[in-house]
């Protein structure tokens, strides 16, 4: 059973920065694609960015959210089998919790969420 486990949530103040980790249970090269998603609250869940995992692929190909473009970047360490969100300039929309997911054919694997507060 695949496993995704999150990390680097918190509390941040308005312009800050936080990095979120998405850890897999195997190699992501077994994956085609890692994303982080996010729901806040009273509102749908939304895809924030996802990178290309597939082995193929140097470096992976990335795709984001037109409200986190230019503030957030994804990467990823296969040594690590790990997959990250840098978010920078954070504001108080970004308040959510944060999913990782991770493709394989038509299988899907979710972590469990991190939660993101930004406030003065």
């Known amino acids: 059973q695949v496993q995704l486990v999150e990390s680097g949530g918190g509390l941040v103040h308005p312009g800050g920065s936080l990095t979120l980790s998405c850890a897999a249970s195997?190699?992501?090269?077994?994956?085609?694609?890692m994303g982080w998603y996010r729901r806040a609250p009273g509102k749908e869940r939304e895809l924030v960015a996802k990178?290309?995992?597939?082995?193929?692929?140097?470096?992976?190909?990335?795709d984001y959210a037109d409200s986190v473009k230019g503030r957030f970047t994804i990467s990823r360490d296969g040594a690590k089998n790990t997959v990250y969100l840098q978010m920078n300039s954070l504001n108080p929309e970004d308040t959510a919790v944060y999913s990782c997911?991770?493709?394989?054919?038509?299988?899907?694997?979710w972590g469990q969420g991190t939660q993101v507060t930004v406030s003065s």
């Open positions: 195997e190699s992501i090269f077994r994956f085609n694609t």
């Open positions: 990178i290309t995992t597939n082995s193929g692929t140097t470096g992976g190909t990335t």
């Open positions: 997911k991770a493709d394989r054919g038509g299988l899907r694997f």
